[in-house]
């Protein structure tokens, strides 16, 4: 199969949709599943078929490591042919995650046979994908956010490893399971599209703060490109990361996403007037977009409870405007679509940050609410970046 076209816009739809995947060990070392605990795995149709009046027909999913993997080599893979099958019916693309989140019990990062599993499920995986699905672009994320889960399992003990002060160690495991991920996917089917998923942060100093302490912050901003600099070769080119692995840029965008350090302290987002160490999404976007020069896709974005359309109408006038700019910003998806539990208190906290909110109900998967705010707050951003597509006709790829 001869390799996609570098660069072209594989994205069936700009607006796309995230379900909750993850399958962790939490804080308290219990394992996760959200795909089951949120009901899409029961209601895939269901949940497919509510995206259409929203024009969501490109999907973020995941494929579960753990739950696929139960033996060592040994692959049960019944569960993702059913959603493929569900995808090919309602006419959805679906974006597949090899790892959100969630390694097979025997592993870790820091374990030394991590990156050869890692290697062995993604070869795996498109060999599978390509016996059900030969045709069309298959575009991966090996892992999801390898930034944020260094600093979960190295360094505040909230998942696998549990370690404190192996945050690095932690990174380099994985970008080396990452980059071997990538190879071995690429043999397969060199057409493999590669979407990377890393959060955007922005660290600022303190009010009135002296030169070091602007340029410590500055670089401890800097850290979030750690990752995809592995990816490219450009850090620990020891690893085998090459600057074709650099595909699109996704990058997952949230309301604490900009703090203080020591103490910490988050940046408002909605002051009026605008706070004045906040940064605006769009210069965020030029500056990752400027440091890559890849096309770049917000891979998440939401905000819980009342202030869910409030964000909404921020996001859309942040990517019209990086549209304008000549950013060539090819998808939203907003994430989670579905309301979700806190991963750590399952019983307890959902956090009311989907498009439809999950009404609890016994022996039954959760009924589906749909926040109206929400509902026309996004489509009152879609009409704004179409607006700015039209404008600026040089963008229309970029939207389609």
Not at 179 to 203: H, K, S, W
Not at 242 to 249: G, I, S, V
Not at 273 to 284: N, S
Not at 338 to 355: A, I
């Amino acid at each position: 199969m001869p390799p996609a076209t570098p660069r072209s816009n594989p994205f069936q739809s700009f607006w796309m949709a995230g379900y909750e995947c993850t399958d962790q060990l939490n804080c308290f070392g219990n394992r996760v599943d959200f795909l089951p605990l949120t009901g899409h795995l029961q209601l895939i149709d269901q949940d497919y078929q509510d995206l259409q009046q929203y024009n969501l027909t490109t999907v973020r999913e995941g494929i579960r490591w753990s739950q696929i993997e139960k033996v060592p080599y040994q692959y049960d893979w019944s569960t993702v042919r059913d959603m493929m099958a569900a995808g090919r019916r309602h006419g959805i693309q679906q974006l597949w995650d090899i790892c959100h989140f969630g390694y097979p019990d025997d592993l870790t990062p820091l374990h030394p046979l991590f990156a050869r599993r890692f290697a062995a499920v993604c070869r795996a995986f498109v060999q599978f994908y390509r016996d059900e699905q030969p045709e069309g672009e298959l575009i991966v994320t090996p892992i999801n956010e390898v930034s944020f889960m260094s600093w979960l399992g190295g360094d505040v003990r909230g998942t696998s490893p549990y370690c404190v002060g192996q945050g690095w160690e932690v990174k380099r495991g994985l970008m080396r399971a990452y980059i071997e991920g990538v190879a071995a996917m690429r043999e397969v089917d060199p057409g493999v599209r590669i979407l990377t998923t890393e959060p955007l942060i922005n660290i600022v100093p303190k009010p009135g703060a002296k030169r070091a302490e602007r340029q410590r912050m500055a670089e401890y901003t800097s850290h979030q490109f750690q990752s995809v600099d592995m990816l490219a070769g450009r850090l620990c080119p020891e690893l085998g990361g090459r600057p074709e692995y650099l595909d699109m840029l996704g990058f997952n965008f949230y309301y604490d996403n900009q703090w203080e350090l020591d103490p910490h302290h988050r940046i408002p987002w909605n002051d009026q007037p605008v706070h004045p160490q906040w940064k605006p999404l769009r210069h965020l976007l030029a500056m990752a977009h400027k440091r890559y020069g890849c096309p770049i896709v917000l891979t998440e974005t939401s905000h819980p409870g009342v202030d869910r359309p409030v964000w909404m109408d921020m996001i859309g006038r942040e990517c019209a405007a990086a549209l304008q700019m000549g950013i060539p910003l090819w998808g939203v998806c907003l994430y989670p679509i579905l309301d979700r539990p806190d991963w750590d208190f399952l019983d307890r906290e959902w956090h009311r940050s989907g498009l439809w909110d999950a009404v609890l109900r016994p022996d039954a998967p959760p009924l589906r609410v749909l926040h109206e705010p929400y509902a026309r707050a996004l489509l009152a951003a879609q009409q704004q970046v179409q607006s700015a597509t039209v404008r600026k006709p040089a963008l229309a790829e970029a939207f389609s």
